[in-house]
C-alpha cells in the first residue's frame, strides 16, 4: 500500500501510525498539498490526504473511510476501534471530537495560509478558535476523568491516537491558550510513546 501526505497533517499521521500498531506495512509518499497537488489529485480529486492507494490499485481517500478499511483488513480482534456496541460509539465519538478540534485549527490555519491579509474577517477566524477551544476543553475533562493507561482501557485505541496527533498539531499551528492540564498531560504521554515520535513532522507554521 501507499500513503500519499505528509505526517505534519493530523489526518495523514493518524492513519501513518494505525499502520504501525497494525503492522500494516505501507510506502511513504511524502507529497505536500501545495507543491505536489497536481500528483495527489491524480490518485483523489479533492486533492486531499490522507490518501491510500492499495495494491490492485483501488484508491481510499479521508481518514475516516481509511481507518474503517484498515480496522475491516485486521479484522474485529486487532481493529483499533471496536466493530459495535457502546465502547464503539464512545471511542468513535470521542475521536470525532479529538478530529473536529484538529478541524478547526485547520481551518484557522487556511485563513492565515490562502486569504489576503487585507481579506481576513476577524470573527471567523474567533469563532474557529472558539470551536477549536471548547472541544478541548471537553476533551480535557475526558481526560481528567480517565483513570486507565489509555483514554478507554489497557490497551490502544483509535481516540488515542487521534487525540495525540489532533493535540499536537492545534498546538503547533494556532496554540491552545488555556491550561488543558489533563489534556496536556495525556498528550504529553502519547507524544512518548516510540510510534508518536518515529512518525512525526513538526509543523512549519507561517509567519503571519
Ligand atoms: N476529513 C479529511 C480531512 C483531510 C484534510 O483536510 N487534509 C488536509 C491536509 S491536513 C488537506 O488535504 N488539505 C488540502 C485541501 O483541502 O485543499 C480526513 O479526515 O482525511
Known sequence: M???GMFDSPYVRRVAISMRLLDLPFEHLNWSIGKDIDRVKQFNPLGQVPTLVLDD???VID???ILDYLDDRVGPERALLPRTGDARRRI????MLAMGMADKARLQMYELLFRPKELRHPPVRARLNG???AAAAELD???ARTTTPYLFGDRITQV???LGCAFTYATETVGLEPPLPALRARAAKLAELPVFREIYLPFDAPAV
Open 131 to 133: 470551536q477549536m477551544l
Open 92 to 95: 468513535l465519538g470521542a475521536s
Open 63 to 65: 481518514s475516516i473511510a
Open 160 to 162: 488515542d491516537v487521534s
Open 2 to 4: 501507499k500513503l500519499i
Open 141 to 143: 475533562a475526558l481526560c
Open 57 to 59: 490499485g483501488d484508491v
